[in-house]
């Protein structure tokens, strides 16, 4: 079985002298990048066998180019334009038209240097946050799965930051399966023995029965059942293909597994695509259960989400819990489950015999 070039295949880094081509939506915004460089005392030079704007340079000064002509174009202007990067010797030909990517895209990936490498060591940790019963908090449920990297200095960025640093940086689709197969090694080698929840973007996914492949043999090579498993749908960015969703959807629960929607109640997970998806389990999104306790706005909206869940035998979740008083209100509301940093706590405190 071959590899997927798109999920399973690493781009190289970007090293030493490179062409940069450009192609720019407009005459117009050829003329203003060619002005911002001659300022920034750098040459480009146009190529008529491809139309396109030429600069020879390293990446770190493409960057520090790149972002001079950021500011020397517009939002569209910069979204339209295209680059593709090759050795000076080559010269783009037809094997390069799928390396071809945005200006913003191709800054952003070689920001990313640092996520690059961790996915090719497959550098991910993993930890498993407690989810409870929110009539029994000191019972638990399941895990979710939290994966972790670290940054150029080493410091920590969370699974969520991850996938938007992907996202950017035309990463995502290697980052999301490599974080949901991390979390299934992670999952059998801790021995954990309830139900897991495993984050994943649909915006990686083109075709489930084949990009989801290698998920789906990471867990049989475990002793995991697959309805212990529930893939929770988030997404870096706002997402509207609610067909291409209920697909996704469609592919796991005909494998055996059980799907969550992440962030409810936030602005990329909209009411509207739990009617359309009718997930087995919502989490109600952090913003909204903070200090949920003490803010009427808060507690109707949460209210009424909750009201959603029941009415249409959702299971909900309300994470990020952070107080026993956001802990009590979940509770008596008819959450069924809680989640979030004070349940951990108080996890970890009971393991340890603290009263």
């Keep these: 079985m ?36 001659e ?38 202007e910069i979204k339209a334009t295209r680059v593709l990067a090759v050795a000076p010797a080559d010269g783009p030909g037809r094997r390069d038209y799928p390396a071809v990517t945005s200006l913003r895209q191709m800054l952003a990936f070689q920001e990313s240097n640092w996520l690059l490498d961790s ?8 930890s498993f946050a407690p989810i409870a019963f929110a009539d029994a908090v000191d019972e638990v449920y399941g895990h979710q799965a939290d994966v972790m990297v670290r940054d150029s200095a080493g410091e920590p960025v ?14 995502l689709f290697q980052a999301d399966r490599l974080a949901r197969i991390a979390a299934i090694k992670a999952a059998e080698a801790q021995g954990i023995d309830t139900p897991i929840f495993v984050n994943f973007s649909p915006a990686s996914i083109y075709d489930p029965t084949f990009c ?20 929770t749908i988030v997404a870096p960015e706002r997402w509207d293909d609610t067909r291409h969703l209920r697909t996704i959807l469609d592919f796991y629960r005909g494998s055996g597994f059980r799907v969550a929607l992440g962030g409810v109640g936030s602005g990329a997970s909209s009411l509207s695509l739990i009617e359309t998806l009718k ?30 869940a029941q009415r249409l035998r959702i299971e ?17 509301q008819g959450a069924n489950y809680v989640q979030g940093p004070y349940l951990t706590g108080r996890m970890r405190q009971a393991r340890a015999g603290v009263a």
């Design 39 to 76: 300022e920034a005392g750098a040459a480009i030079r146009h190529d008529s066998a491809t139309d396109a704007s030429v600069l020879s340079t390293d990446p770190a000064t493409f960057r520090a180019l790149g972002a001079r002509l950021v500011e020397a174009l517009s939002s569209e």
């Design 212 to 231: 989801l492949r290698t998920t789906v043999a990471a867990l049989d090579a475990t002793s995991i059942p697959k309805d212990a498993v529930c893939f």
């Design 316 to 332: 909900s979740v309300v994470g990020g819990i952070d107080t026993e008083a956001e802990m009590n209100w979940a509770y008596e």
């Design 2 to 37: 071959s590899a997927c070039p798109r999920c399973e295949v690493l781009p190289s880094r970007i090293e030493g002298l490179r062409d940069y081509y450009l192609w720019f939506p407009l005459g117009h915004s050829r003329t203003k990048v060619r002005r911002a460089l």
């Design 279 to 308: 997930p087995d389990v919502i989490f109600i999104d952090r913003g909204i259960v903070a200090s949920v306790d003490a803010d009427t706005y808060k507690q109707v909206i949460a209210r009424k989400l909750l009201e959603i």
């Design 119 to 126: 996915l090719a060591r497959e550098d991910i940790s993993v």
């Design 158 to 171: 969370d699974g969520i930051a991850m996938l938007q640093v992907a996202q950017e940086a035309g990463l």
